[in-house]
């Protein structure tokens, strides 16, 4: 079965531009969240999406959004970017939320530049 | 304070050794614990969950204390393999976002 996929892998992009991150749960994972990965840092997190609704939101400014599709699958949206805004982010899928339903099964992340 | 600190280490051991990392996490009403494990740019993968009465998959024990707020792990005869980053984590039940620590960096050496 296939995991967690995000695309792209990597991305550069310059400062005030705005980027379109993908991601397609597990099959069957209804729950999509996204965290941000600087280096030396633990991942934050950014949202967390379930059957389509936004289930949490992390402390980050109103330039990113996300969205669940019907097939579960996600975007995560940043605009006016900033050299700050360069990590790793990550998309993780789990069941539902809550309990044991909330065990998030990460993908390989985008890589995201900005300069 | 953050919502879960670990000792960065790095933890640098030679193979066949026991190691223990802790953590201690700040929100009492915190329900469900877990250490991931991280690879140099990999993403992190779930190494184990933990549980109040502790529990222990091989060589790899994690231990819970509620009333201290305190999570460990306990890694045994260690391979070079466990060479990684472990992260410490914990959520709310509500399941609205996974709070990571730092994480503690381990590397085996032969």
């Known amino acids: 079965d296939a995991g967690v996929t995000q695309s792209p892998t990597h991305l550069i992009k310059t400062r005030g531009q705005h980027v379109t991150l993908r991601c397609s749960p597990i099959?069957?994972?209804?729950?999509v969240s996204w965290y941000q990965q600087v280096l030396g840092q633990g991942p934050q997190f950014i949202f967390q999406?379930?059957?389509?609704?936004?289930?949490g939101r992390g402390n980050f400014p109103d330039r990113f959004s996300a969205r669940q599709f019907p097939n579960y699958s996600s975007e995560l949206n940043v605009n006016a970017l900033l050299l700050g805004d360069s990590a790793l982010y990550l998309c993780?899928?789990?069941?539902?939320?809550?309990?044991?339903?909330?065990?998030?099964?990460f993908g390989a992340g985008t890589r995201l530049s900005v300069l | 304070r953050k919502e879960v600190e670990q000792d960065p280490g790095p933890f640098n051991v030679p193979e066949g050794a026991t190691v223990a990392f802790n953590c201690t996490y700040s929100?009492?009403?915190?329900?469900?614990f877990f250490w991931y494990r991280q690879d140099c740019r990999k993403e992190p993968k779930l190494l184990m969950s933990?549980?109040?009465s502790g529990n222990e998959d091989g060589r790899f024990t994690a231990q819970l204390n509620r009333a201290s707020q305190y999570i460990s792990l306990l890694i045994r005869d260690s391979k070079l393999s466990d060479s990684a980053t472990y992260l410490c984590?914990?959520?709310?039940?509500?399941?609205?976002?996974?709070?990571f620590g730092k994480g503690t960096s381990l590397l085996v050496t032969p």
């Open positions: 993780a899928s789990s069941l539902g939320v809550g309990g044991i339903g909330n065990i998030q099964y």
């Open positions: 099959s069957g994972h209804k729950s």
């Open positions: 999406y379930y059957e389509k609704e936004e289930r």
């Open positions: 929100n009492s009403a915190s329900q469900s």
């Open positions: 933990v549980y109040s």
């Open positions: 984590v914990v959520n709310r039940n509500s399941g609205y976002a996974l709070n």
